[in-house]
């Protein structure tokens, strides 16, 4: 089983940078394929980025592509969210997600959550 600590959320304005932190505990990350999720208020969660376990690949969703970049420590058995460019529409609190099928953008799939940091982009 793995706990996963998310950090980095806070108030920023429209146009800043912002990385998000997901720190890990109880297994190695390189045993998961981990991601990221969002929901805005009155919204679904949502998929946003994913790293498949080996750390080789990864896939976002299309409303950050090219924005956003996922990536990992192994040594700090962390995963990062980079994400530029950013617009009212990113606000949202952001879940770290581990042990889902990569590929899926099923928030339903994921096994462990963190328990989110939230982002507020200000326009």
């Known amino acids: 089983q793995v706990q996963l600590v998310e950090s980095g959320g806070r108030l920023v304005q429209a146009g800043d940078s912002l990385r998000l932190s997901c720190a890990a505990s109880?297994?190695?990350?390189?045993?998961?394929?981990m991601g990221w999720f969002r929901q805005a208020p009155g919204k679904e969660r949502a998929f946003v980025a994913a790293l498949n376990w080996s750390g080789s690949l990864t896939y976002y969703a299309d409303s950050v592509k090219g924005r956003f970049t996922m990536s990992r420590d192994i040594a700090k058995n962390t995963v990062y969210l980079q994400m530029n460019s950013l617009t009212s529409e990113d606000t949202a609190v952001y879940y770290c997600?581990?042990?889902?099928?990569?590929?899926?953008?099923?928030?339903?799939?994921?096994?462990?959550w963190g328990q989110g940091t939230q982002v507020t982009v200000s326009s």
């Open positions: 109880g297994r190695t990350l390189s045993a998961y394929n």
């Open positions: 997600a581990a042990d889902f099928p990569y590929g899926s953008n099923v928030y339903k799939a994921v096994h462990y």
